[in-house]
């Protein structure tokens, strides 16, 4: 079965450092994985999606991410991050459930604290 | 939330009551999910439908039931076996790319 993990419950970065949150996932087949950022009470926001091709990834807001097959990985990044990038952040996987079914599997979330 | 509109924002449920949320979105998406999020559980899947007319039991089923008439609209229903109902509810659509558009959610609480 497929899965995603967010190793952080909680990621602290100074305003203007670069930031990491990692994800790794685990399906069978190509994955396609995504990151998501939530704010309070709201729903979800698409940042960017890896499904085939370059391993470096950009999306929206300058977050990129990095797909790692060996490593199973697709961590989120950012070079300087911003007082407004606090939010809580989702790794998502896609999966087949056959019959043309798809669905996506989330990771619990990391919330991001950028302090300045 | 993009083209998909999630309906009431706030909701208060009773004892052995039910209720439904409602979920419309004009982005002409075939497939439509419902998520559950409980703090530090993520996004928990309830029922997802690819077509009008079909649905599918996602993980946590039980307590929830769906319709799928329109195109356009996936009404939740949290039943009255649901035992633990208070939590924040999205509902998505998805697109041929597999471009995933959340709604703003409904927080739904038992009083």
């Known amino acids: 079965a497929q899965s995603v993990a967010q190793p952080e419950d909680q990621v602290n970065v100074a305003e203007g450092n670069p930031l990491t949150v990692k994800c790794t996932y685990s399906?069978?087949?190509?994955?396609?994985l995504f990151w998501y950022v939530q704010y309070p009470n709201r729903g979800l926001q698409f940042l960017l999606k890896?499904?085939?091709?370059?391993?470096l990834v950009k999306g929206s807001y300058g977050f990129e991410a990095e797909f790692n097959k060996s490593q199973t990985s697709f961590h989120l990044k950012k070079p300087s991050a911003l007082v407004s990038d606090s939010a809580l952040y989702f790794c998502?996987?896609?999966?087949?459930?056959?019959?043309?079914?798809?669905?996506?599997?989330f990771g619990k979330g990391t919330k991001l604290s950028v302090i300045p | 939330d993009g083209g998909i509109t999630q309906s009431p924002k706030y909701l208060f449920r009773k004892e052995g009551q039910n209720v439904t949320l409602s979920c419309e979105q004009n982005?002409?998406?075939?497939?439509m999910y419902w998520y559950r999020q409980d703090p530090g559980q993520g996004l928990r899947l309830i029922y997802y439908?690819?077509?009008?007319?079909?649905?599918q039991k996602g993980d946590i089923a039980e307590g929830y039931s769906v319709s799928r008439e329109k195109k356009e609209s996936f009404p939740l229903t949290v039943t009255s076996a649901q035992k633990n109902p208070t939590a924040f509810y999205l509902c998505?659509?998805?697109?041929?790319?597999?471009?995933?558009?959340f709604g703003s959610g409904t927080r739904l609480t038992v009083v």
């Open positions: 998505a659509c998805r697109d041929r790319e597999a471009g995933y558009t």
């Open positions: 399906v069978s087949g190509n994955p396609y």
């Open positions: 982005l002409n998406h075939d497939a």
């Open positions: 890896y499904i085939t091709g370059d391993n």
């Open positions: 998502a996987v896609r999966s087949y459930s056959g019959a043309g079914s798809y669905q996506l599997t």
């Open positions: 439908s690819q077509i009008v007319n079909d649905f």
